[in-house]
């Protein structure tokens, strides 16, 4: 399945709100695998913890941050880095293709003497497969468990 995998990362909407979306194509049928992104989101933008939490309770989004506490009133140069793990839904038209999409904002900057526009530098994201076909693998502090169905 990893053979012509195709990774694409972009950011919807302008301004300060905007939805990050995430889509990977597999080189081949991918039918009961789970794919995730994980993506370093650098200072100068992150997702907010409660957001996160409100899309989760309507099951619009799967998505895990780590730290998980994340200071959304702080500028970008007294913020962290987050990274963010975001489970992406097959679509239903194409057996390869998986997607997601989160509510990413942009954090204040320094002033800047002679311009009005800050660069933030969004990484590619790293693609987990787990193709299980049958089994179920659990992750118990750091040890992989396999149960068979």
């Known amino acids: 399945a990893c053979r012509d995998t195709t990774v694409t990362q972009e950011l919807l909407k302008e301004g300060f709100h905007r939805d990050l979306l995430v889509q990977v194509e597999l080189g ?3 039918g009961g695998c789970a794919v995730a992104a994980r993506t370093r989101l650098p200072p100068g933008i992150y997702v907010d913890p409660y957001e996160l ?4 309770l309507h099951n619009l989004t799967k998505a895990v941050l780590t730290p998980d506490v994340v200071d959304v009133e702080a500028p ?3 913020a962290r880095d987050v990274v963010l ?5 097959p679509e239903a038209r194409c ?7 989160v ?10 003497q002679g311009t009005r ?11 987990l497969l787990c193709c299980c076909h049958g089994e179920i693998l659990i992750d118990v502090l750091g040890c992989f468990l396999t149960l068979s169905l």
């Open 28 to 30: 081949e049928d991918a």
């Open 53 to 56: 939490a409100t899309l989760q």
């Open 76 to 78: 970008e140069y007294l």
């Open 85 to 89: 793990l975001l489970f992406l839904e």
């Open 95 to 101: 057996p390869r293709c998986f997607r997601a999409a």
């Open 103 to 112: 509510p990413v904002h942009a954090r204040y900057h320094r002033p800047a």
């Open 117 to 127: 526009e800050a660069l933030v530098v969004l990484e590619s994201p790293e693609v």
